[in-house]
């Protein structure tokens, strides 16, 4: 049970720091670009990124952790059953609100188009409605895909007819994001290398080159070492699924069976297309 507890993701923060890495949320590298220059943020950073796919009130954990390591995060919510509201209540859960008072940031983790059947102005309304309620909590500056993976559409394919931008947003991470710059690690499948059986949470065009470079870490542990032994590059996303990072035993073993199921799941999808 030591990975994807809270206290080993309490050690990779740590870890990062000691090794002089800022933490930063990923409106804070949206705001520092600099167009002439690419970068105006010096030195060595980290953007933490967490797309909450389930059990909101769980990113709480992960959101005091890094307060009270002086590192701030972007925290993206869904909308329905597994996101931010039940049925009719539309109104911000406390623990979001909370994530909210410790300084974080958060924003819309859309799947419009997945969720309205690959109807593009069907999808671009649901994506203004729900835009402006979490406005009503929070000035949302950036939003993110929910991958789907087992639906047929993807949702980021709506801004090839519509602008984000317009709506008073700065990024959305696979769109604004240097990856010729910024490594990328994530969580997806449960482990760091989980692009293998990711249908849509990876970065096709790079990924080859990181592979070659050495750049891949199975376990939290391995990636400890890593930045230990300084192999990390200098500026790294890192995006993770709250709902995975549990010291409660019980749920630790739930998130472990089920995602091994949706690891098995995925591949096959992967080997469909």
Known sequence: MRDFSLDIYRELLEGLQAKGYELVSYSDYCRNIDKSTNRN???KFVILRHDV???PANSLKTAQIE????AKASYYFRT????CYKGSKLSLPESVRAIVALGHEIGYHYEDMSLCGGDF????DHFQTWLDYFRQYYAVETICMH???TSQYDSKDLWQRY???KLGLIGEPYFDTDFSDVFYLTDTGRCWDGYKVSVRDKIPQYQDEWTARGLVWHTTNELISAIEHDQLPAHVMITTHPQRWTNNKGEWWKECVLQNAKNIVKRLL???K
């Open 53 to 55: 796919d389930a059990k």
């Open 67 to 70: 307060h009270s390591l002086g």
């Open 270 to 272: 992967i080997i469909m």
């Open 121 to 124: 102005e069907k999808a671009y």
């Open 80 to 83: 329905g059953e597994s996101g």
């Open 41 to 43: 943020i010096e030195g």
């Open 163 to 165: 602008d984000y931008k």
């Open 147 to 149: 991958g789907a993976p």
